[in-house]
Every structure is written in structure tokens, then in C-alpha cells.
């Protein structure tokens, strides 16, 4: 039955692809599909290379199954119409088989000598031995801290290689001089702070986000985490993003994304310093919402592909990205070629974590489907009880480590990088 609807979709897809004319160049992307964002692609992003080039492109805007759903049924019919893709690491570790290997395409861009683009990103492009994705761009969190916090940090630590042990002695250090709790950490009903535990937390002190989730690491880690708690401020609970608690100076040191943030570095650019998340025993576990640029085995026309990767990868592509719709360059070069103002001072926070000695990048898992849900409940509810309710720590690990495996087990998904493993 699988094998007769994709063979079905794949004549769908024979017969939409008619109505895009033979010279265009055929980009489906799940990032950048809302109706504002992909109007800005289509007459803002995409003309100027339309003008060198005298290519025509076809952006398409797509949910993740039509896109991977689509790349699956062209591989399967050996025919395609797509010739570039834009998706997110997760979704790429589903149809990475469909994928060209673009191990010689990317020699050809670096070669060119204009672009840095982040090593840790290209590898985690590598998948099955081959490079089937060249990262495109970023989103990702990060630590926000008032300049009136800076006199209360250790002074043998340095704040852009800030460790987790070196936080907490920051935090307590405000504690102790101002008498109030000055770390944000955002724990309201539609805050993220599953990410920072499965994504930072996890990483730095396990070296994995799923396949060490009861280990005796992960243990010394929930100890911290509850030490740390008593200096995070009383309303975090309340708290849905960092923005408004900055810019009221109710916290002076504060981790969230960078889009839950934007406004207070925004709004007062001198007032703040954005600063890489800390690291912990295995390294600096950093979540990257990484989108990158594939070429299906099927595309129609690979070479012509080739370039519009080559021109969204310029460091003046990527700053035009930033600019026009939030998301954060992969391309060293691009951060020092941004404006001045606090939408520089955001990418220069996010250049530096990039560019960390000792990144871990962590992903958001991919293929898990509707019961996405599941894997963040499984973080948020060992938080409540171990943190809120102090029970004990390897108790709740193995109520919540048993449903954990229980849901990769089921779905099938792969568990998410740093500690990768394809099913």
C-alpha cells in the first residue's frame, strides 16, 4: 500500500510540475513558508540572482510531510521536478538516501575563499557517509546578560567560554550582594525550557540528549539544576519568553532564544551582551534549528541548483536573510557585514557560539510526527518532580526514561544528535 501512494503521489507530482515552465528552477523549502516570509523570498530574496543569472526560480513553500513526502515518491518514480530543497536537520535524517552527495559542491564553496561556513554545521550535513546537505542558516538560543551583571562574575572567568559551574557561582554571587534572585529561565505553560534541558543541559553534562537520559551523569546533572534553581527568579514559572523580564531588569542574566530576546537587545543594544549558553563536563551543548540546501538524486537540473546554493550561501545573501526574516547566518563573514544596533549585537552573540572550540550542537528530533509532544513531556514533567517536588532523581529518570525509549522505539525516529543513532 505505501509503495502504490507514494507511485500515486509521484504522478501527482508528474502532473503539477507542468505548470512550472521548463527554465525554471523548481525550490521547495518548510523554512520560510509563511505567506509574509515567502513573499519576501519571491520578490526581495530570489530577483537579484534571477538578474545575474537569468535563471527563473519557483519558490514553493511546503509542511515537512509534503516536502519529505515529495522527495520520497520522486526518488521512487525515478523522476523528479524539484531541483532544490530548504529543510530542517531533523526531517533531512528521513530522505537522506534521496539526497546528492554534494561532497564536490562543497569543496567548489569553499574554494571560493568569501565563506567560512561553520564546521560543525557541515558535519552534522554528513549523513550516511555522504554530504547531502550544505547548512543554509540558523536559529538557536543563548544567554542575554545586563552590563550591570558583568561586575558580579567570577573573576577568573571569562563570559563568552562560560561553564555551568561558573554560572552558578554568578548567579549566587548577585544573590548575595543585591538580595534578589537575577536568573531567567523562562518555565511558564508555553516557555521553552524543555529545550534547555534536553537540548543544553543534557548535551553538556551526558554528552547525548536521549540515550543517557538515566545515566549517572544525567543525576549529577538534576543536582545542579536544583542548586541553580534557588537563584532563578521566584515568577519564572510565569514566564513565557525573557524579552519583558530584561527590559524590567527583574532578571540580569537570561537564556531563551533568540527571537524571545530580539526585543530587549533590540529596544537597548548598549544595555546588553549576548553571550554563548555555558558548558558543562562534556562540552557546550548549544540547540541549532539548522536549515540546509539539498539537491534530490532526481533533480531536473543540478548544476543550476548548484548556484542558487552558492548565492544564498554569500555572505551577503546571508545578511539580507537575517534582515529580512530573523533567521542567524552560517557563513563567518556574514556577521561582520551586519549593521550596527542590536540586531548586530544579536548575530555577533550567535557568531561566537557558533564558532565555540568545544560546541556540541544538539538537534531537534526529527521524525517523531504528531507525538513531537510526547518527547517534550517527558523533559518538562521530570523538571516538575525533580525540581518543583524534589522527589528523587533516579526515581523519576526511570518512570520517564521507560516512556522515553518507548516512544523512539515506536515511531522508529532516530535519537537526535549529539549521541546520533538512525534506526
Known amino acids: ?192 525550557l524543555h529545550r534547555f534541558l534536553h537540548g543544553y543541559l543534557y548535551p553538556s553534562f551526558t554528552g547525548a540528549q536521549v540515550t543517557k537520559f538515566t545515566s549517572p551523569e544525567a543525576v549529577l546533572m538534576w543536582e545542579y539544576l536544583k542548586d541553580l534553581w534557588q537563584y532563578v527568579t521566584p515568577s519564572a514559572p510565569l514566564l513565557d519568553s525573557m524579552d519583558t523580564a530584561l527590559l524590567s531588569e527583574e532578571v540580569w542574566i537570561a537564556w531563551d532564544h533568540t527571537a524571545r530576546v530580539k526585543t530587549a537587545v533590540m529596544e537597548r543594544p548598549d544595555d546588553f551582551v549576548v553571550l554563548p549558553a555555558p558548558a558543562g563536563p562534556k562540552g557546550r551543548g548549544v540547540i541549532t534549528v539548522l536549515a540546509g540546501l539539498a539537491i534530490p538524486q532526481t533533480a531536473p537540473d543540478p548544476a543550476r541548483a548548484y548556484q542558487l546554493i552558492e548565492y544564498l550561501t554569500r555572505p551577503s545573501s546571508q545578511v539580507a536573510i537575517l534582515e529580512g526574516v530573523g533567521f542567524f547566518p552560517v557563513v563567518a563573514e556574514a556577521a561582520g557585514a551586519v549593521p550596527t544596533g542590536g540586531l548586530k549585537v544579536l548575530a555577533d552573540g550567535v557568531a561566537v557560539q557558533s564558532a565555540s572550540p568545544d560546541l556540541l550542537v544538539s538537534i531537534i528530533p526529527g521524525g517523531l510526527g504528531a507525538r513531537g509532544g510526547e518527547f517534550n513531556k517527558v523533559y518538562l514533567d521530570s523538571f516538575t518532580e525533580i525540581v518543583i517536588r524534589g522527589r528523587p532523581i533516579q526515581e523519576v529518570l526511570a518512570q520517564q526514561g521507560a516512556l522515553l525509549d518507548a516512544l523512539f522505539r515506536e515511531t522508529g525516529a532516530p535519537t537526535p544528535v549529539p549521541d546520533v543513532y538512525l534506526p
Do not use: C
Request: hydrophobic share 45%; net charge negative.
Open 1 to 192: 500500500m505505501r509503495r502504490l501512494s507514494v507511485l500515486l503521489l509521484a504522478g501527482l507530482v508528474a502532473s503539477a510540475a507542468t505548470v512550472v515552465a521548463a527554465s525554471d528552477l523548481t525550490f521547495m523549502s518548510t523554512q520560510m513558508r509563511p505567506i509574509t516570509e515567502a513573499e519576501w523570498v519571491r520578490t526581495v530574496l530570489l530577483p537579484p540572482f534571477t538578474t545575474a543569472t537569468g535563471i527563473p526560480v519557483v519558490f514553493l513553500g511546503a509542511e515537512e510531510p509534503e516536502l519529505t513526502n515529495r522527495i520520497l515518491a520522486e526518488f521512487e518514480a525515478r523522476r523528479g521536478s524539484l531541483d532544490l530543497v530548504g529543510d530542517l536537520h531533523g526531517n533531512f535524517l528521513v530522505y537522506y538516501n534521496a539526497l546528492k552527495d554534494l561532497g564536490a559542491e562543497l569543496v567548489q564553496l569553499e574554494a571560493l575563499g568569501d565563506r567560512t561556513l561553520a564546521r560543525s554545521f557541515v558535519e552534522l550535513g554528513r549523513i550516511g557517509g555522504a554530504q547531502v546537505y550544505i547548512p543554509w542558516m540558523q536559529a538557536t538560543y543563548v544567554l542575554v546578560a545586563n552590563k550591570k551583571a558583568l561586575q558580579y562574575l567570577p573573576s577568573w572567568a571569562d563570559p563568552t567560554t562560560l561553564t555551568y559551574d561558573q554560572l552558578y557561582l554568578w548567579a549566587r554571587n548577585i544573590f548575595e550582594a543585591t538580595g534578589e534572585q537575577k536568573l531567567g529561565i523562562p518555565a511558564g505553560p508555553r516557555a521553552l
